[in-house]
């Protein structure tokens, strides 16, 4: 599956922005879902992931009550809604697939657990 990430961004402290990741290639809904995060100098980090359907959802402490998954498998494409965004946040943003689908649990915050990985989207917050 080829995945492409999009809609970053400079915002200020406090804004939001909704990241979006088009699937092609082969069926979406056979996949579950993650978002994770880079920054320079840093590992690559789990930000947040939705299983196949959409019923389970999993996030990271740092963004929970901020950032909201969601899928539309009619359209192939995964959403990150990023609300109240902090500098810290600043990151290239990548979307990953997983061929595990089921139920989303702390196995899915390792980057180890994805098949494909889109290209990455800029995501700036300035202070």
């Known amino acids: 599956v080829q995945l492409q990430a999009s809609g970053g961004g400079l915002v200020q402290a406090g804004g939001s922005l909704r990241l979006s990741c088009a699937a092609s290639?082969?069926?979406?809904?056979?996949?579950?879902m993650g978002w994770f995060r880079q920054a320079p100098g840093n590992e690559r980090e789990f930000v947040a992931a939705?299983?196949?359907?959409?019923?389970?959802?999993y996030y990271a402490d740092s963004v929970k009550g901020r950032f909201t998954i969601s899928r539309d498998n009619a359209k192939n494409t995964v959403y990150l809604q990023m609300n109240s965004l902090k500098p810290e946040d600043t990151a290239v943003y990548y979307c990953?697939?997983?061929?595990?689908?089921?139920?989303?649990?702390?196995?899915?915050?390792?980057?180890?657990?994805?098949?494909?990985w889109g290209q990455g989207t800029q995501v700036t917050v300035s202070s």
């Open positions: 990953a697939a997983d061929r595990r689908i089921g139920r989303v649990d702390k196995r899915a915050t390792m980057p180890a657990e994805y098949d494909y």
């Open positions: 290639g082969r069926t979406f809904s056979n996949y579950n």
């Open positions: 939705i299983s196949w359907s959409g019923g389970s959802t």
